[in-house]
T-cell receptor, first 113, second 115 residues
Framework: GDSVTQMEGPVTLSEEAFLTINCTYTATGYPSLFWYVQYPGEGLQLLLKATKADDKGSNKGFEATYRKETTSFHLEKGSVQVSDSAVYFC????????????FGKGTKLSVIP | GAGVSQTPSNKVTEKGKYVELRCDPI?????LYWYRQSLGQGPEFLIYFQGTGAADDSGLPNDRFFAVRPEGSVSTLKIQRTERGDSAVYLC?????????????FGPGTRLTVL
């Protein structure tokens, strides 16, 4: 079945450091890919998405590129802030019109001043 | 506008008891989803409603779990004869139900603890 694997956390970075959180997936067909973020005490929020190969999703300085050849969707940010401290989840939906999200285990990021 | 709301935010119950968890979706959203998030894991799909009907309940772990959405808006997840392994955060999400890539909006979750 479909699955998502993301790097184990927790990750601790200093403010203004570069962030990469790795995510790889296994799916049949052509899934849509997502990054969700969960800030402390809040619900899951969509951070960015990509619906086809080579698409780049971006939001709030975060970027991820849908790489079909490596089945990856790594999350990056050039300069993290303390306010980026949260748990990040990589997820996929199997294809257009599908609805069931499959999530990775999540990566907790802590940014220290 | 208001987002997805879930009540209660926390529920503590004893093994063997019955519990109901409520979800109020975003007004006008026809699609509603339940997920379960165990400690240290990502959310796992339980059930999907389109309107009043359960379009896919393949994620429900066993027949102790049941969900309804009688008027196509509010949904209730019902768990009978709770077990300690049911302890988790239960998440509800809703979406417009239209378009190939409609976004799911999540509620804050209900944390269920079974003693």
């Amino acid at each position: 079945g479909d699955s998502v694997t993301q790097m184990e956390g927790p990750v601790t970075l200093s403010e203004e450091a570069f962030l990469t959180i790795n995510c790889t997936y296994t799916a049949t067909g052509y899934p849509s890919l997502f990054w969700y973020v969960q800030y402390p005490g809040e619900g899951l929020q969509l951070l960015l998405k990509a619906t086809k190969a080579d698409d780049k999703g971006s939001n709030k300085g975060f970027e991820a590129t849908y790489r079909k050849e490596t089945t990856s969707f790594h999350l990056e940010k050039g300069s993290v802030q303390v306010s980026d401290s949260a748990v990040y989840f990589c997820a996929l939906k199997p294809g257009a019109g599908s609805y069931q999200l499959t999530f990775g285990k999540g990566t907790k990021l802590s940014v220290i001043p | 506008g208001a987002g997805v709301s879930q009540t209660p935010s926390n529920k503590v119950t004893e093994k063997g008891k019955y519990v109901e968890l409520r979800c109020d979706p975003i007004s006008g959203h026809t699609a509603l989803y339940w997920y379960r998030q165990s400690l240290g894991q990502g959310p796992e799909f339980l059930i999907y409603f389109q309107g009043t009907g359960a379009a896919d309940d393949s994620g429900l772990p066993n027949d102790r779990f049941f969900a309804v959405r009688p008027e196509g808006s509010v949904s209730t997840l019902k768990i009978q004869r709770t077990e300690r392994g049911d302890s988790a955060v239960y998440l509800c999400a809703s979406s417009s139900g239209q378009g190939a890539y409609d976004e799911q909006f999540f509620g804050p979750g209900t944390r269920l603890t079974v003693l």
